[in-house]
C-alpha cells in the first residue's frame, strides 16, 4: 500500500480547503511533500501553473508556502523573538524584529508579547509564535496540522477569525482536522482520503458532519 495513491489535489487564492481522512489515510505524507519535508517517489506539483520541486522547508518557504503543525518546534528557554528569528533567512535582521512581530500579532488578533519566555507561555500563546512566524514571510498557502487540538474553545474562535482574515487576502488555507463541525462552519472545500487515496471532494457547507466522517 502507498502512503499517497494517485492523489490530486488543487486549492485556489483565498480558498480554506479541508484535508480530511481517519489517521493514517496519508493526509500527513501528502502535506509533508507540499512542505518539503518529505519527497515523492512520483507525481508532480505545481505552483502558480507551474511546475516545481521542494526539495526541503526552506524551499517551501521561499515559494510562499508555510506550515504550522502540530507539535511546536520552540525554545523553552528563548524569547518570542529569539524563536521566531531562528525560523527566518539568515539574512533577516533580528534589529526591529520585535516590533514586526508586534505589527503582525496585532493585526491578526494573535497577541504576543516579543520578550516573553516562551516556558511562560500557555500552549495557545505558543501556537500563535509558529503562526506569527509563518505570517512574517508573507505566504501565498499555509498550512494547518489539527490547530485546534491543543486550543479553548476562545482560542479557536479567534483562529478562526484570523484564518478568514488570512483567506480574504488571498493567502489559501489547507486546514487538516478531524472536528468535521469546524470544518462545515470554517472551510469552503474539502478533500477526503482514504488509505492513500482520493475518495471525493465535497462543499463542507452542503455536507453533514456524519457525511464527511463516512
Known amino acids: 500500500m502507498r502512503a499517497n ?37 512520483s507525481g508532480e506539483l505545481y505552483w502558480k501553473g507551474r511546475r516545481v520541486t521542494v526539495p526541503n522547508p526552506a524551499a517551501a518557504r521561499e515559494l510562499g508556502i508555510g506550515m504550522v503543525f502540530q507539535h511546536f518546534s520552540l525554545f523553552d528557554s528563548l524569547t518570542v523573538t529569539e524563536n521566531i528569528a531562528l525560523a527566518l533567512p539568515p539574512d533577516e535582521k533580528i534589529e526591529g524584529m520585535a516590533g514586526r512581530i508586534e505589527k503582525v500579532s496585532d493585526d491578526y488578533g494573535l497577541p504576543l508579547r516579543p520578550d516573553a519566555l516562551v516556558v511562560d507561555l500557555s500552549v495557545g500563546e505558543r501556537q500563535r509564535i509558529e503562526i ?83
Open 5 to 41: 495513491d494517485d492523489v490530486t489535489l488543487s486549492l485556489k487564492p483565498g480558498e480554506i480547503h479541508a484535508l480530511l481522512g481517519e489517521n493514517g489515510a496519508g493526509k500527513s505524507t501528502l502535506v509533508k511533500i507540499i512542505y518539503g519535508s518529505l519527497q515523492p517517489t
Open 132 to 214: 506569527v512566524r509563518c505570517l512574517l514571510q508573507e505566504p501565498h498557502l499555509l498550512v494547518m496540522d489539527e490547530p485546534t487540538a491543543v486550543l479553548t474553545p476562545q482560542e479557536a474562535d479567534q483562529l478562526f477569525v484570523t484564518l478568514e482574515r488570512l483567506a480574504s487576502e488571498g493567502c489559501g488555507v489547507l486546514y487538516i482536522s478531524h472536528r468535521l463541525e469546524e470544518v462545515k462552519r470554517l472551510c469552503h472545500d474539502a478533500t477526503i482520503l482514504r488509505h492513500g487515496k482520493l475518495v471525493s471532494r465535497v462543499d463542507p457547507q452542503q455536507e453533514t458532519a456524519a457525511s464527511l466522517a463516512a
